[in-house]
């Protein structure tokens, strides 16, 4: 088994290796340094053998696979979920294999998804996709998790507060004076925390300068 070059196409390197008499093709994005890499990478692991402890598998087989794994433990909701999105996933990446899956084949995806999709349900279908391809490293199909990137970053969620009226009515809501008591108390307690958030967020505001301060040291 020889290593075969890095190929360049468009802004795009791949490595090329030749392993079972077959010409495999592994893209790594627009980074030379990362090809290099990945090609020493590759090197070792064949002159080592360790490319050749990874099982082949159809990625068919493997999703069939998943799911009977996941029967029985998960339930039948989460089963349609796992199933709809390894689905979906294969509708739009193609993979053949399960060892020919590629980080840039996970990130095609989401971008193919988030269109339709919000924020939320993207970072849903990346979990699943991170869990199953977790299973398929553990069973030797597949070297690392291509689905290890980072999440999509999700809008703030608006917090809506409640009217005095609201806090009673929720209050009266519960069974016995034990149940108002404890509720009464987490409710005081989340109040006097917003409060201190709200000071705070004033008192950051007011100082601009500190705030510029803190931009540049995050690095926005």
Excluded at 67 to 87: C, D, F, N, S, Y
Excluded at 151 to 159: D, N, Q, R, Y
Excluded at 190 to 205: C, D, E, L
Aim: charged share 30%; proline share 4%; with cysteine.
């Amino acid at each position: 088994m020889e290593l075969q070059a890095i190929v360049k196409k468009g802004w795009t390197y791949l490595v090329q290796w030749m392993e079972g008499g077959r010409v495999r093709t592994e893209s790594v994005g627009t980074s030379k340094k990362l090809a290099e890499r990945l090609k020493k990478l590759k090197e070792y692991e064949l002159n080592s053998g360790i490319a050749s402890s990874i099982k082949a598998i159809r990625f068919p087989d493997f999703r069939a696979e998943e799911l009977k794994v996941l029967e029985g433990r998960a339930a039948p909701k989460t089963l349609v979920e796992v199933a709809r999105i390894l689905r979906d996933f294969a509708e739009v990446a193609r993979p053949h294999w399960v060892k020919d899956i590629t980080t840039s084949m996970v990130e095609g995806y989401m971008a193919a998804i988030s269109r339709k999709v919000r924020p939320a349900t993207l970072n849903h279908h990346l979990r699943v996709l991170k869990a199953s391809f977790n299973r398929a490293v553990k069973r030797n199909y597949i070297r690392e998790n291509p689905a290890d990137i980072a999440k999509v970053k999700e809008p703030e969620k608006s917090i809506r507060v409640l009217s005095a009226e609201e806090v009673e009515k929720l209050l009266d809501a519960c069974p016995n004076q034990q149940w108002r008591t404890a509720r009464r108390r987490v409710l005081e307690q989340t109040i006097r925390q917003n409060r201190k958030g709200v000071r705070h967020q004033a008192r950051y505001a007011s100082r601009p300068q500190a705030h510029f301060c803190h931009a540049v040291d995050d690095g926005r």
